[in-house]
């Protein structure tokens, strides 16, 4: 008796990003249960109930134990009405009826299957299920024309599905590092994205690169990629340049969340022998005798950044995530101290000034923030 009045009531502060959250989460049903439909939301296009879904997964990944009660909950930030529902059904019944039947239903699975392949997005994939397409072999009998990044994204299916290790991503950081010295002596790169908050695993690997001094980094990133091109090391790439000094509007409130640095989708070749650390044998390639079943290179997803060192700073902030993490930075940024943070920079309504910073502690400190090292964002 009275064993629910005395489980303590949790508490955590509103804002993901006034929160440590480690990777060790001790409420993963419920999380994926809120992840789940946090997915099926942003697949359907409904952003705002996706990110609800997220927000409210996010504060149970912060709670210090197991989720016993309901009880428990009030007071939390962020649990929303549809998010508690899903949480008593799972606590009282050991699942969510609508997790269950979403986990099942054709839309989703068809979504899944279809923007599993690289360069498919939600939109897309709606429009091949309405003209009845929902699995691959659909998809490859019925031939709507693929762009480049979809042509490859299916051919790469299933290693490109595959999770990217840790030591899959360090053997791909040597080449990338190498290839960077070589283009640009002096030039930097560091490991971000959820490696650099301490995942074991990830669905690509992402690099950000630098120079130290200002300018020089112009014009690297072509010449990286034709570097890694020449050894054989690309089985896609597409390169965006920078539109952020010539963008109209000025960097303050970018459009988008989508920022405008010079940076490179690509999907890389991983042999054995670098996954080994050895030397690249340039005899590698599959030269039309493809053992059956079995190749030694798996393909991976990686995505390269370029910063000029005076943005470097906000530039990895932004990204190392999580995305939920960032976008909390945002919005505590934008409403409670009336700043605009990007990738780029952070600027100071009231004072109408840019917010110069070298170091990720210095933006925090500009926010009012605690500092929150990467391997406490993942939220
Ligand atoms: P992702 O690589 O998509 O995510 P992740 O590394 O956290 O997770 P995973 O292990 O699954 O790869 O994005 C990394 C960060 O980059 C994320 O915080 C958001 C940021 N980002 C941008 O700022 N702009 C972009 O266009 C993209 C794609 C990501
Ligand atoms: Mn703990
Ligand atoms: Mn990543
Ligand atoms: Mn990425």
């Keep these: 008796q009275g064993n629910e009045a005395e489980v303590a009531a949790f508490s955590v502060p509103s804002y993901?990003?006034?929160?440590r959250t480690t990777l060790e989460n001790h409420n993963t049903v419920l999380t994926d249960a809120l992840s789940l439909l946090a997915e099926n939301a942003e697949l359907s296009e409904e952003d705002g109930r996706g990110v609800a879904f997220r927000r409210a997964a996010a504060v149970l990944k912060a709670l210090p134990k197991p989720v016993a009660s309901m009880t428990q909950l009030r007071g939390l930030p962020c649990l929303g009405e549809h998010s508690l529902r899903v949480i008593k059904d799972i606590l009282e019944n050991g699942a969510s009826s609508e997790v269950e039947s979403t986990k099942q239903s054709e839309r989703y699975k068809a979504l899944k299957v279809l923007t599993g392949i690289f360069g498919v997005g939600a939109r897309t994939a709606d429009r091949w299920i309405r003209d009845g397409i929902h699995n691959l072999r659909q998809l490859q009998d019925?031939?709507?024309t693929l762009n480049r990044a979809q042509q490859a994204g299916l051919e790469h299916y299933d290693d490109l599905n595959q999770p990217v290790s840790k030591s899959d991503a360090d053997a791909i950081g040597?080449?990338?590092e190498k290839a960077v010295v070589s283009v640009l002596p002096g030039a930097h790169m560091t490991l971000i994205g959820g490696f650099r908050r301490g995942k074991l695993t990830g669905h690509d690997v992402d690099f950000l690169i630098t120079h130290p001094e200002e300018g020089r980094e112009v014009g690297l990133m072509p010449k990286l990629v034709s570097w890694l091109e020449s050894q054989g090391?690309?089985?896609y790439q597409k390169t965006t340049r920078n539109s952020y000094l010539e963008s109209k509007d000025g960097p303050a409130r970018p459009a988008s969340n989508m920022d405008r640095f010079e940076r490179c989708f690509s999907i890389f070749k991983l042999t054995k022998e670098e996954k080994r650390g050895t030397?690249?044998?340039?005899?590698?390639?599959?030269?039309?005798?493809?053992p059956a079943g079995h190749k030694p290179w798996r393909a991976v997803r990686v995505d390269l950044v370029v910063s000029p060192i005076s943005q470097f700073a906000f530039a990895l902030l932004g990204?190392?995530?999580s995305k939920l993490f960032e976008r909390e930075l945002r919005r505590w940024a934008g409403h409670e101290k009336s700043m605009s943070l990007s990738s780029h920079a952070l600027y100071?309504?009231?004072?109408?000034?840019?917010?110069?910073?070298?170091s990720e502690e210095?933006?925090?400190?500009?926010?009012?923030l605690e500092f929150v090292p990467p391997s406490e964002r993942n939220a």
């Design 233 to 235: 090391f690309l089985l």
């Design 16 to 19: 993901a990003c006034q929160r």
């Design 348 to 358: 100071d309504n009231r004072q109408s000034k840019y917010l110069r910073a070298t």
């Design 279 to 290: 030397k690249h044998p340039e005899t590698l390639t599959e030269n039309g005798t493809k």
């Design 142 to 144: 019925s031939g709507p």
């Design 362 to 368: 210095e933006i925090f400190a500009h926010l009012g």
């Design 319 to 321: 990204w190392t995530g």
């Design 174 to 176: 040597e080449v990338v």
